[in-house]
């Protein structure tokens, strides 16, 4: 019965004996071996009573399991909805609830935290540890290694994957199997991966990078993966001799380019390198090349979206520009008042159209008809232009939004926590420029001339309803906020004033 999606990532590799994934310390695993692994937590699924179209929220340290969880989902047709590991059990519960999840998995570490946030939205929990134990896989354990693979069609959905929004509340954003599929044979073709390759995969799992654009495209092409549990500059530098390509947000390589063993002979054998998810600056894609030869190749995604854009893989892989529309997306410059497509070179609001484009964000009807027009047309909320070669440029953002090391961060989710403060008049957050992240998170301040306002208390308070990333690396108490006449807070008057606060 066909699951294109399954078929197609996953289906091709059964009875194989090839590695798919090869762990930091040498070990391996064949397709086979993941398969298996993968139809025993099918047929969990299936005896926990979570059935086709139920969600199951993944909040487990990246590991061959929770791989072999997506698989899973996949193969029975349940919506895979992974979340990232530094998320609070607030933040938890949110997604948990608003996706009507059936199963939560979670780390046993974090089992109590999340016991009454499952109970609350009538999900199960379950355990899955970084070490592949816990009581999902003692459960799995006894199943059996096949499964009859869930008959899909490429509208049905395949993942949820949550992003923030410019009003604080996260978003699910529906991906269809047809979604994922055609973006991984577009990027396979575009470039040029095989069954030779062996992909340096140092990102998390839990976002569209690490997760669709790295993950699909090997088992796609059947490449093998050397999968490290985190990004760490030293492994990096010693499984590179094995690799023949790496995916990562720039922060991997300002962080390669500042360490000595990082060096042409280190490099001189790989294939690829590939940017995204955040700005490269051209001084580091210049940089890199001086250093290895190898010029960076950029490209442009969103989660709502997977992959837009990308530099060519043979051509000028152009620094400071997201390459060309990927075949079949169709992308256009547009007004933001209109809405009408500019001249080439006007700058304006980026737009994409194509079978990568999400299906809508979950039971948000009226967010998705602000964001997905009736024609098909996705609003990024990226400002961009095309230069007369073609090349896209994405040259700011329409959109509040913080991209520090890769993850992003909307300002209002900490305005709201800051704004609940004791002493806290009114807060802005901002986005500054850092020389590790590319920008961080800095929160203004206006006390409410209550004399209450205690900046270690407030640091210490929204601490526990926020991932750490998105703490405010600073926080700095001014009288009043810049405002226009229309009363709306100058974000860009305050980024400019503390555009140097990491930098000089
Ligand atoms: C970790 N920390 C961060 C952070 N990552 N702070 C700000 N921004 C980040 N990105 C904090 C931790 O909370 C901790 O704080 C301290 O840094 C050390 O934690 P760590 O885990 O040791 O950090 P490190 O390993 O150095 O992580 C940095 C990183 C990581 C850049 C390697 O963030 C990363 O892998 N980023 C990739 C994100 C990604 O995959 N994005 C793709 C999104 S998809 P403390 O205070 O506790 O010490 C997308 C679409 C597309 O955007 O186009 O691809
Ligand atoms: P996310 O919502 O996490 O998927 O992040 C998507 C956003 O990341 C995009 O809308 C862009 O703002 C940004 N982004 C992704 N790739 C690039 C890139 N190569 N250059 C600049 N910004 C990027």
């Known amino acids: 019965m066909p699951n294109p999606l399954f078929d197609a990532l996953f289906g091709q590799h059964q009875g194989k004996s090839s590695v798919f994934l090869q762990m930091a310390d040498g070990s391996t695993i064949t397709h086979q071996e993941f398969l298996e692994l993968a139809a025993q937590y099918a047929n969990l699924f299936t005896k926990l009573d979570v059935r086709v179209g139920h969600r199951v929220a993944v909040q487990i340290a990246k590991s061959p399991q929770s791989l072999a969880i997506y698989a899973a989902c996949v193969q029975a047709g349940i919506v895979f909805l992974p979340l990232n590991t530094a998320y609070t059990a607030d933040e938890v519960s949110y997604f948990a609830d608003n996706s009507g999840a059936a199963l939560i998995l979670c780390d046993e570490a974090r089992l109590e935290g999340l016991t009454p946030i499952a109970r609350a939205c009538g999900a199960k929990l379950e355990t899955l540890n970084d070490d592949g134990r816990g009581s999902f896989s003692d459960k799995a354990a006894s199943m059996a290694v096949e499964f009859e693979t869930v008959d899909r069609t490429a509208d049905d959905l395949a993942a949820f994957l949550y992003t923030s929004g410019t009003t604080g509340r996260s978003k699910g954003a529906m991906l269809t199997q047809g979604n994922l599929l055609s973006n991984a044979r577009t990027l396979v073709g575009e470039w040029k991966f095989t069954a030779d390759d062996a992909l340096l995969h140092a990102l998390p799992i839990f976002h569209t990078h690490g997760l669709f654009v790295?993950?699909?495209?090997?088992?796609?092409?059947?490449?093998?993966?050397?999968?490290?549990?985190?990004?760490?500059?030293?492994?990096?530098?010693?499984?590179?001799?094995?690799?023949?390509?790496?995916?990562?947000?720039p922060t991997f390589y300002t962080r390669l380019l500042g360490d000595a063993r990082f060096t042409r002979d280190l490099t001189q054998h790989m294939r690829l390198f590939v940017s995204g998810s955040a700005p490269l600056l051209a001084e580091t894609h210049i940089q890199f090349e001086e250093l290895t030869g190898h010029r960076i190749l950029e490209r442009y995604g969103m989660t709502e979206t997977n992959m837009n854009t990308s530099n060519p893989y043979d051509g000028e892989r152009r620094a400071g520009t997201v390459g060309f529309p990927l075949p079949g997306v169709e992308l256009k410059i547009t007004d933001n008042n209109s809405g009408k497509s500019l001249p080439q070179g006007e700058i304006g609001d980026i737009e994409v159209r194509g079978p990568n484009v999400f299906k809508g964000y979950w039971q948000m009807p009226e967010k998705t008809a602000e964001e997905l027009r009736a024609d098909g047309f996705f609003i990024t909320g990226d400002l961009g232009q095309i230069d007369e070669d073609g090349y896209v440029h994405i040259v700011g953002r329409n959109k509040d939004l913080i991209i520090s090391g890769g993850y992003n961060i909307y300002p209002k989710e900490i305005e709201l926590l800051l704004d609940d403060e004791a002493g806290v008049l009114e807060s802005a957050v901002i986005g500054v420029p850092h020389p590790d992240f590319g920008e961080t998170v800095v929160g203004v301040l206006v006390e409410d001339g209550q004399g209450t306002l205690d900046l270690d208390a407030i640091k210490q308070n929204i601490g526990g309803s926020l991932a750490r990333f998105k703490?405010?690396?600073?926080?700095?108490?001014?009288?009043?906020?810049?405002?226009?006449t229309m009363g709306k807070v100058q974000k860009k008057e305050l980024r400019e004033r503390y555009k140097d606060m990491f930098t000089s």
């Open 214 to 249: 790295a993950t699909n495209i090997s088992l796609l092409a059947g490449s093998k993966i050397l999968f490290m549990p985190k990004f760490d500059v030293d492994g990096l530098i010693e499984l590179m001799p094995q690799a023949t390509t790496m995916m990562g947000v």
């Open 471 to 484: 703490h405010p690396q600073r926080l700095v108490v001014v009288t009043e906020l810049p405002r226009n």
